[in-house]
Nanobody
Framework: EVQLVESGGGLVQPGGSRTLSCAAS????????INWARQAPGKGLEWVSG???????YYGNSMLGRFTISVDKTKNTVSLQMNNLKPEDTAVYYC??????????????WGQGTQVTVSL
């Protein structure tokens, strides 16, 4: 059974940095897509960043240049480094992994989320 557990959330001041981690158990990083998404209070789910198994990374416009997504396959851990945080980055952040089988079947897994609050 695949389980994703996010950690690293908390209170951070504007302009500060935070690294979110996502521990993936029961999963083998072979052909995959990693996504981070967030949900701010009273708003819908917003895609933040993606990382493909070929190493290519993608970011939402407001995150470009501030956030960095990475994966450590030896530790089965996905990370999201966030710099120059702004109050509008306040949200629950979710880690997701899409597993793509050799036959092309896709299965998505999501964690329970971790709260990031950017405030003085």
């Amino acid at each position: 059974e695949v389980q994703l557990v996010e950690s690293g959330g908390g209170l951070v001041q504007p302009g500060g940095s935070r690294t979110l981690s996502c521990a993936a158990s029961g999963f083998t990083f072979s052909n995959f897509v990693i996504n981070w998404a967030r949900q701010a209070p009273g708003k819908g789910l917003e895609w933040v960043s993606g990382l493909y198994s070929d190493g290519k990374t993608y970011y939402g416009n407001s995150m470009l240049g501030r956030f960095t997504i990475s994966v450590d396959k030896t530790k089965n851990t996905v990370s999201l480094q966030m710099n120059n945080l702004k109050p509008e980055d306040t949200a629950v952040y979710y880690c997701g992994i899409r597993d793509i089988s050799v036959l092309g079947r896709m299965r998505d897994y999501w964690g329970q989320g971790t709260q990031v609050t950017v405030s003085l």
